[in-house]
């Protein structure tokens, strides 16, 4: 009798250590060494090896782990590799919120629509969709929306690109009428429009002959269909490839095609180093590092965040200066301040047309000479002003120099 009074006695004891951890790691009180503990989820459309973008949220994952550390914050993270835009990432956040995450981050614009589904049932989780715009206008407090000014980057890589093409020009290599740019685009959405037109404005302020041919591939992350598009665009007379997909495919077949090219995401030097000039890249350490704060001091923050360069957000990757043109490290250090101090408008509506006519002629105006968009007035102070209302873009505008091979996605 006593041996079993004493075994009743242990399990209890051992129950009560088990259900004291999960508590500790469910609710974020202090750790052992005396730190925060918070627990979040990340769903992301790719995996680490993509090179390109959830690699780079992995970076900034990273990075703001270690800062918050050093500020008294562990961060316990589960991620959910390969979740495409369908009933799986709905799954995933529930599955995140059912393991106790305090906060859980959607990387791609296809995952909002899912994580609202499930939003509504975990009111004290805080869920995020990073690059969309409906959670910070819906009537939730726990969702959010998050983008960063990649724009500015844009067209700080367009500048670079522009150099190259011009130096091209001036040492017969190509003639005037060749300074032709190849973009890989994914989706013929705002935010893919609004990188490729930054970046085409980028180019044209150093090379003002230069012309672009955008191909949108219908998918944020394919890798073959982006080598396809890439060569396909070498093959129409492109001599510098540009992209918004996912992967290093249009950087590895520019070089193969003898072109140059500029990346975004990640520095693509590595796998092109005789083609890939730089590439630019939002920083969401910037972003990760705020919001998991708020959340482990129990605070609020903003249902919808953007920053740019001015801030970190936006940074550029490294210049790869054995191929660029004379010159380039100093223009691009010089337009980067510009942009900073508000000399440089990424927009200035001064600057491009629409089938031959100013913005504010090729549109119906409102009462007050202004074109709206989505009911709110963005071209003021001469520039298009490109989230200002929202962190999402929404320049969707069809510029001259600008050819859309297809428009179909």
């Known amino acids: 009798m006593k041996k079993i009074l004493a075994l009743i006695l242990a399990l209890a004891m051992l129950a009560t250590l088990f259900v004291g951890c999960g508590e500790d790691e469910s609710t974020g009180d202090a750790s052992a ?60 956040n529930i599955e995140l919120a059912e393991a106790g995450c305090d906060l859980i981050i959607n990387n791609s614009f296809g995952h909002e629509d899912y994580m609202l589904k499930v939003a509504p049932d975990y009111p004290d ?3 995020v969709s990073c690059t969309n715009q409906v959670s910070w206008g819906d009537e939730l407090a726990n969702t959010h929306n998050a983008f960063a000014n990649i724009y500015e980057g844009r067209y700080l890589a367009g500048v670079v690109a522009g150099m190259k093409l011009q130096e091209m020009i001036d040492n017969g290599m190509i003639t005037a009428e060749e300074a032709i740019i190849g973009y890989v685009g994914a989706f013929s959405f705002a935010e893919v429009i609004s990188g490729f037109t930054s970046y085409y ?32 665009l070498c093959d129409a007379g492109c001599v510098l490839i540009s992209q918004h997909s996912d992967n290093t495919t249009p950087a590895t077949t520019a070089q193969n095609k003898g072109a140059y090219h500029t990346g ?12 890939s000039l730089i590439g630019t890249r939002i920083d969401w350490s910037v972003y990760f590092t705020e ?46 301040a510009g942009i900073k101090d508000g000399s440089i408008k ?60 297809n428009s179909a996605y």
């Open 264 to 275: 975004y995401n990640n520095d693509m030097i590595a796998v092109a180093p005789e083609a």
């Open 201 to 232: 404005l980028g180019a044209k302020s150093v090379c003002p002959s230069v012309t672009m041919k955008v191909q949108f591939v219908g998918s944020w992350s394919d890798a073959t269909a982006e080598a396809t598009a890439a060569d396909a």
């Open 125 to 127: 989780i805080e869920f």
């Open 33 to 92: 060494d005396g730190d925060k503990k918070i627990k979040v989820g990340m769903i992301c459309i790719g995996d680490e090896n993509d090179q390109g973008y959830t690699y780079n949220f992995i970076r900034g994952k990273d990075a703001a782990t270690e800062a918050l550390k050093a500020a008294g914050i562990d961060v316990e993270w589960v991620i959910k590799w390969n979740i495409m835009e369908d009933a799986s990432c709905e799954d995933a």
């Open 291 to 336: 919001i998991i704060t708020a959340v482990a001091e129990g605070k609020e923050f903003p249902q919808d965040w953007c920053k740019g360069i001015s801030e970190g957000a936006v940074v550029m990757t490294a210049l790869n200066e054995a191929i660029c043109a004379p010159g380039t490290a100093e223009k691009l250090a010089e337009v980067e």
């Open 346 to 405: 990424v927009f200035d509506t001064n600057t491009f047309t629409i089938g031959g006519q100013p913005l504010l002629n090729a549109f119906a105006l409102d009462t007050d000479g202004d074109f709206a968009p989505d009911s709110e007035e963005a071209v003021f102070d001469g520039m298009f002003n490109e989230s200002h209302f929202q962190s999402a873009p929404y320049f969707a505008l069809q510029i001259d120099g600008i050819e859309w091979l």
